[in-house]
C-alpha cells in the first residue's frame, strides 16, 4: 500500500519539474519527460485536472463549413493546463469561440478548457500560446490563443478567426457559412505592431526598407497573393541582416 500511493506523487513530483524545464521556446515537449508524463497521465485517468471543463456548445447545423483551426475532427496534440502537461491529447480549436475542446476521458461527449488555464498548446504542427492584453498594447491586440508563427529576435503571431455570416435573399432565402479571417501580429520591445497591408510591413522595417523591398521582389514574393508568407519571409530577413 506504501508503494502504491507513492507512485502518483513521484509521477506528479517529476511533471512539475519537466515542466518547469520546459520553456515555450520549443514547438515539442522534451522527449527526456515524456514516458513520465504519459505514464502519470494514464494513471490518474478521468481524475486529471484536464477533465475539469464544460459542456461544448453546438453549432446550428445549417451553418456550412465548420467552427474549427484546419479540420472537423479532433486532432492529437499537447496542452499545457494547468500548470501541468498533458500530451496525446485529442483536441479541436475552435476559431469561433476562440475555445479548446477535447472529448470527456473515455468517452464521446465534447467539453471545452477553461481559458485561464491554458499557457500554451499545439496542434497540426502549429503552436498556440495565450497572450492576454495589457495596457501597453490595448488598442492592438486582445486576450486570446495567437498561433506562433515565428520566434527569434522578433516574434511574429497570427490571431486565427471563424465567424458567422448570414444572407437573406429573396431567391435563395436564408443562408449562413463559417467565414475565416486571419490576423497579424508582430512583437518587439513587449509592443505587438499590426501588420495589415504591405505598408505596414515596410513601415515596421523602416531602417531596411529598401533592402527588404529588393529581397521580396527577388524572390517574387508579393504581399497581396500572401500575407503570411511575406511577413514571415520578411522577418526571417530582417533577423538575418541584423546579426
Request: no cysteine.
Given at each position: 500500500m506504501i508503494l502504491n500511493c507513492r507512485v502518483p506523487v513521484y509521477f506528479f513530483i517529476s511533471i512539475l519539474f519537466?515542466?518547469?524545464l520546459?520553456?515555450?521556446d520549443s514547438i515539442s515537449p522534451p522527449t527526456s519527460s515524456s514516458n513520465a508524463i504519459a505514464f502519470y497521465n494514464k494513471f490518474i485517468g478521468e481524475d486529471a485536472h484536464l477533465y475539469n471543463g464544460s459542456e461544448h456548445a453546438l453549432y446550428d447545423f445549417r451553418i456550412k463549413g465548420f467552427p474549427y483551426f484546419e479540420s472537423n475532427v479532433l486532432q492529437v496534440g499537447f496542452v499545457n493546463y494547468d500548470s501541468i502537461l498533458y500530451q496525446q491529447i485529442n483536441m479541436a480549436y475552435d476559431i469561433v469561440r476562440d475555445e479548446l475542446t477535447i472529448n470527456r476521458y473515455n468517452q464521446n461527449f465534447r467539453m471545452t478548457l477553461v481559458n485561464d488555464k491554458i499557457a500554451y498548446f499545439s496542434l497540426l504542427n502549429h503552436y498556440f500560446v495565450r497572450i492576454i492584453q495589457d495596457s501597453l498594447n490595448r488598442a492592438t491586440i486582445t486576450t486570446g490563443f495567437y498561433d506562433r508563427l515565428y520566434n527569434g529576435k522578433l516574434k511574429l503571431f497570427a490571431k486565427?478567426?471563424?465567424k458567422i455570416i448570414e444572407t437573406v435573399t429573396a431567391e435563395e432565402g436564408d443562408k449562413l457559412w463559417f467565414e475565416e479571417s486571419d490576423s497579424y501580429f508582430i512583437l518587439r520591445n513587449n509592443i505587438y505592431f499590426s501588420i495589415k497591408d504591405k505598408n505596414n510591413l515596410f513601415d515596421f522595417f523602416k531602417d531596411r526598407k529598401k533592402d527588404l523591398k529588393k529581397y521580396l521582389r527577388k524572390n517574387k514574393i508579393k504581399f497581396k497573393d500572401g500575407p503570411e508568407t511575406a511577413i514571415l519571409k520578411a522577418?526571417?530577413?530582417y533577423d538575418k541582416l541584423k546579426n
Open positions: 519537466f515542466n518547469t520546459y520553456a515555450q486565427r478567426q471563424k522577418i526571417e530577413y
